[in-house]
């Protein structure tokens, strides 16, 4: 147990960093890009006609489009930090971790996914005032966001396997 504890503590302070790091790089760009330096968008930017006044209301459907899935990633975080706590203080095979390791696993697959949409609609949000009209939607896939979509969903079947697992394990128990 002692073992598991110790792995537990090097890998909460492994991933603390990014609890931290992951969303202020992300929401950086993002308040960047939206608020706080608006002329990126029509500056060499091949989407955005040079002559387009960019609404605030389009900005801000653009941050939220983007916000969403690393609101998403940042709660992933946080629940594998959790299921980590729950192993520093000795819990292993409990429900508690396989429901972790779920909720880890359909809150990475739903980030990585809503970031492959962002991606798509991006060019059509960001076009929306030129003077031709929109772009339409840019059907692309990211390699990265897609591994993360699988890792995802295995992180989700193990947990459902530890749950089986625990469960059989319980009813064994009550055979002896």
Known sequence: MNRIKKMSTVAMICMLPMLIYYPYEAIGWQVELSFLDPGK???NDSWVHPDAEIALKTRIVFFLIWFVPTLLGTAAYATGLSMLWLL??????????????????????????????AGAISPMIRSWHNPDGPLPLRFWYDSGNLGMVF????????????????RIARENEEFV
């Open 41 to 43: 968008w029509t500056r």
């Open 88 to 117: 520093h203080r000795g819990v292993v095979f409990d429900a508690r971790i396989a429901q972790r390791l779920r909720l880890m696993g359909l809150l990475i697959t739903a980030s990585a996914s809503l970031s492959l949409v």
């Open 151 to 166: 890792c995802g969903l295995a992180f989700f079947f193990l947990g459902l396997v530890m749950r089986e697992a625990i």
